[in-house]
Nanobody
Framework: QVQLVESGGGLVQAGGSLRLSCAAS????????MGWFRQAPGKEREFVAV???????????DYADSVKGRFTISRDNAKNTVYLQMNSLKPEDTAVYYC?????????????????WGQGTQVTVSS
């Protein structure tokens, strides 16, 4: 089992940047595929990004179309932490951001396919 704690959210102006962190405890983050999701008020939780690996040194990542070219997901196995670098933020990026762990190492985009979740961190982008 793994516990996930997100941090790094806050208020930023449109065009600004934030870096979210997801610290894993219990089992190491490298034992899972790690995803980021977000949920805006009145909307369903949606996929943002996912990172997995093949057991070697290569990471594989996938992104929602809405964030491609602006967001970057990465992992630091030594720190047991996954990051989401968010650049060129837009007001429509405003949401609670959650990290999640998937034991199957897949590049999964459906929230129900993830096994563990953090508590979320609020990101607010003002226009």
């Amino acid at each position: 089992q793994v516990q996930l704690v997100e941090s790094g959210g806050g208020l930023v102006q449109a065009g600004g940047s934030l870096r979210l962190s997801c610290a894993a405890s219990g089992r190491t983050a490298s034992a899972y595929a790690m995803g980021w999701f977000r949920q805006a008020p009145g909307k369903e939780r949606e996929f943002v990004a996912v990172i997995t690996w093949n057991g070697g040194r290569t990471d594989y990542a996938d992104y929602a179309d809405s964030v491609k070219g602006r967001f970057t997901i990465s992992r630091d196995n030594a720190k047991n932490t996954v990051y989401l670098q968010m650049n060129s933020l837009k007001p429509e990026d405003t949401a609670v951001y959650y990290c999640a762990a998937d034991r199957t190492f897949g590049l999964r985009v459906v929230p129900d396919e993830y096994d563990y979740w953090g508590q979320g961190t609020q990101v607010t982008v003002s226009s």
